[in-house]
T-cell receptor, first 115, second 106 residues
């Protein structure tokens, strides 16, 4: 099975722009989660989607949004980019939602640099 | 205080040494994960625990639910084990520790 794929892998934007990142989960996985990783804050949970519905959301401003499509692919969008949004954005998929026995499979990440 | 605390934050070991990384948490959890992240960013899930102990090759993970503590042990460490090891707990969402950067010298 192919792993979790994320596109693009690298991105440079300027302040005020918006960006859309894409994540394709492992075939058959229906839950997709997004995470932000920065040197200062480490890994932080952004949101989780299952069956096209946002099931859980982290403590990020409304500029961060996401969605999931019927084929389980997910996108996240960041509007009005700020310098502090520079980070590695990771997507992870798992077969179901909130299963105690789930393992999350991570994608390679999208490295976003905001200038 | 962070909900998930790891120690140590940095660790340098000689090849062959036995290594222990600790994780303490303060929230109720349904599961605890140990993750490995190599330079370049890719994260691999090593273990998912809800009780007891698991072993995979040279890696052993234990969890004590009553004490809210988990340990990751690496036996006969090797330079290829050099990576950042991250503890994460499932409490609704995943909450991550700050990571332990391990460097194993030949």
């Amino acid at each position: 099975k192919a792993g979790v794929t994320q596109t693009p892998r690298y991105l440079i934007k300027t302040r005020g722009q918006q960006v859309t990142l894409s994540c394709s989960p492992i075939s058959g996985h229906r839950s997709v989660s997004w995470y932000q990783q920065t040197p200062g804050q480490g890994l932080q949970f952004l949101f989780e989607y299952f069956s096209e519905t946002q099931r859980n959301k982290g403590n990020f401003p409304g500029r961060f949004s996401g969605r999931q499509f019927s084929n389980s692919r997910s996108e996240m969008n960041v509007s009005t980019l700020e310098l502090g949004d520079s980070a590695l954005y990771l997507c992870a998929s798992s077969p179901s939602y909130r299963s105690r026995r789930e393992t999350q499979y991570f994608g390679p990440g999208t490295r976003l640099l905001v200038l | 205080k962070n909900e998930v605390e790891q120690s140590p934050q940095n660790l340098t070991a000689q090849e062959g040494e036995f290594i222990t990384i600790n994780c303490s948490y303060s929230v109720g959890i349904s599961a605890l994960h140990w993750l490995q992240q190599h330079p370049g960013g890719g994260i691999v899930s090593l273990f998912m625990l809800s009780s007891g102990k698991k072993k995979h090759g040279r890696l052993i993970a234990t969890i004590n639910i009553q004490e809210k503590h988990s340990s990751l042990h690496i036996t006969a460490s090797h330079p290829r084990d050099s990576a950042v090891y991250i503890c994460a707990v499932r409490s609704g969402k995943l909450i991550f520790g700050q990571g332990t950067e391990l460097s194993v010298k030949p």
